[in-house]
């Protein structure tokens, strides 16, 4: 249940009852504990309206509250605040139901993420595109109907360049394993022959009119390109499949029309050759066409809002891109709404994403200067947390120390990713996020093996455990709360979508839950309080794991 939307009910209609028809109860989590669990903070705009005092309305409401059984005190405070603090015996039925509620209206949600481009492997800054899966498996876990578009860079001028060149290597060639060595075989011929460059042009051409013979060249390096794609979204555990490509190629049929439905809309100024989109709320213009008659990257986007607003009847289009191309999605969108592209009820949203930052505070590169390859980053997360693994627990079999090395290793990338206000840069520091007392995966591993532990050592079943615990002091209280509170996490990742929300709540739960054990003996507790105090330990692991999980992180039950 979402413990904000029921108390956010309960609010207003006690509003209602005094007479502030429609006042907003504003209901948020108490930012202290000494404010209980939740505050209302509706009564100083409320009291405005009504002219009356704050405190006032806000004890008015307090005494219209009906059936506060859920309410351990509800009391005013300051200017007029209400603070609310949950009572033990409603916490503990509540955790009764801790499956995530599905939505009862469903919407259609696209969403694009990944979208790397083909001409080279992908490098460091599409991690930061693993929010875009978890925002997909926080959406379907919601209810919600979730079409997922790798939205591949496969068409551009590069292309001729790549084929032309794969036209003269053996298709075996080394240097095909390593993407980026092949490019800057073709890069340098490019620049260094004049007839080779020639042949790239000209290979383009070929490529976009439809040359079968090039169209199978380019086939080929597309499928190779994807291949280290795959390869890196299986480490990573990234929901991406085959029939989620959404390559840029797909659209180049419908390119044309884009075009004669711009100019029928009266939206196409012809600029220097170049057919662009003036709009007002916009300082630069669009082009969507360019002198020569080539289309650009915005005229792909154009003709994909159309496509996946029309045939998927998408509610939301959600496109999870570097924040350096704001200005494109701006321009993309208030284009795509006053032509008609998008259904007027169909949202379009740029979530962007910072930069990953090096020690020195500077882009994120190796030692010699050159982008960091996913994979190589990858492959060096899982040997670090080879070694720890190995340090912390010795008596490991290989196997299973390989095993949970994978496992903390990706996590802790993933993680350390996922846990940054997405908008924001930040500094990849290895030792940060492997450490294992702060917000990290590791952290969050541990204490999930470490509540699997205290069931191996006392041999209980949490699936036999009754369904909900008494709760007998705040501590459990306390923790129990958080443990309601996953739902109304993963409502707010959905409509804001800022998993970092999601990564914070598991940081905070291990935390109300270490403050537990630390205080409340579990094996050793006397009487019917050891199986409740099991079944809150039962509840945290279950929501640990199925939050990482969301988040694309797998946990391990021991380590
Ligand atoms: N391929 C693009 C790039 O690497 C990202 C595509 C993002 N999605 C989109 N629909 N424009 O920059």
Redesign the pocket.
């Known amino acids: 249940m979402n413990l904000r939307a029921f108390l956010h009910g309960r609010f207003a209609a006690a509003f209602g009852t005094v007479g502030a028809v429609g006042a907003e109860p504003m209901i948020g989590a108490a930012t202290r504990a000494e404010f209980g669990d939740y505050q209302a903070n509706g009564a100083m705009a409320a009291a405005k309206q009504a002219q009356t005092q704050p405190r006032v309305l806000a004890s008015a409401v307090v005494e219209a509250l009906e059936d506060v059984d859920f309410a351990q005190s509800v009391t005013v405070e300051g200017p007029g605040f209400i603070n609310i603090t949950l009572s033990p015996a409603f916490v503990g039925e509540q955790l009764r139901q801790v499956e995530i509620d599905q939505t009862g209206c469903p919407d259609t949600i696209v969403v694009?993420y990944s979208?790397?481009?083909l001409a080279k492997e992908m490098h460091v800054g599409h991690l930061r595109t693993t929010i875009g899966d978890a925002m997909v498996r926080v959406l379907e876990a919601l209810g919600h109907r979730v079409i997922r578009q790798n939205?591949?860079?496969d068409w551009g001028t590069q292309f001729g360049m790549l084929v032309a060149h794969l036209e003269d290597v053996r298709e075996d060639a080394p240097e095909l394993r390593d993407l980026e060595v092949f490019y800057a075989a073709a890069r340098k011929r490019f620049d260094a022959d004049p007839a080779f460059a020639d042949r790239a042009r000209h290979t383009v051409v070929a490529l976009q009119g439809g040359d079968e013979r090039v169209r199978e060249y380019w086939q080929r390096f597309v499928d190779i390109s994807l291949s280290h794609c795959r390869a890196v979204y299986d480490t990573l555990g990234i929901t991406l499949a085959d029939e989620d490509l959404d390559a840029?190629s797909r659209y180049n049929d419908d390119l044309p029309s884009v075009i004669t439905d711009l100019e029928s809309a009266g939206l196409v100024t012809v600029d220097d050759g170049a057919k662009c989109v003036f709009l007002d709320e916009l300082e630069t213009p669009l082009i969507v066409q360019k002198r020569d008659g080539g289309y650009l990257?915005a005229t792909t986007?154009l003709a994909?809002v159309r496509y996946r607003s029309a045939h998927y009847r998408a509610d939301r289009i959600l496109?999870f891109?570097?924040s350096r191309?704001t200005l494109?999605f701006r321009q993309l969108f208030a284009v795509a709404r006053k032509a008609g592209f998008a259904n007027e009820s169909c949202t379009l949203e740029h979530h962007p994403f910072g930069a990953i930052m090096g020690r020195d505070n500077r882009p994120f590169k190796t030692r010699s200067g050159d982008v960091v390859k996913l994979s190589d980053l990858l492959d060096e997360a899982v040997r670090r947390a080879r070694g720890l693994v190995a340090s912390k627990n010795p008596e490991l079999g290989t196997e299973e120390a390989d095993h949970i090395a994978r496992v903390v290793g990706i996590g802790a990338v993933k993680y350390a990713d996922i846990s940054k206000h997405r908008a924001s840069d930040y500094v990849f520091d290895w030792d940060a996020m492997l450490n294992f007392d702060d917000n990290t995966a590791p952290y969050l591993q541990y204490a999930y093996a470490r509540i699997q532990s205290l069931f191996r050592r006392g041999g209980v079943d949490p699936a036999a455990l009754a369904e909900a615990p008494v709760i007998s002091n705040e501590t459990e209280r306390r923790l129990g709360v958080a443990l309601l509170r996953f739902q109304e996490t993963l409502e707010q990742v959905a409509s804001e979508a800022l998993p970092h929300y999601l990564s914070g709540y598991l940081y905070g739960l291990a935390g109300d839950f270490m403050k537990f054990y630390e205080t409340c003996p579990v094996l050793d507790a006397p009487g019917a309080s050891r199986d409740h105090r099991l079944k809150l330990c039962a509840l945290t692991g279950e929501t640990l794991k199925r939050g990482l999980g969301l988040l694309g992180i797998e946990t391990v039950d021991r380590m």
């Open positions: 694009d979208s790397p481009n939205h591949v860079g840029e990257y986007d994909a496109y891109v570097d191309q494109h």
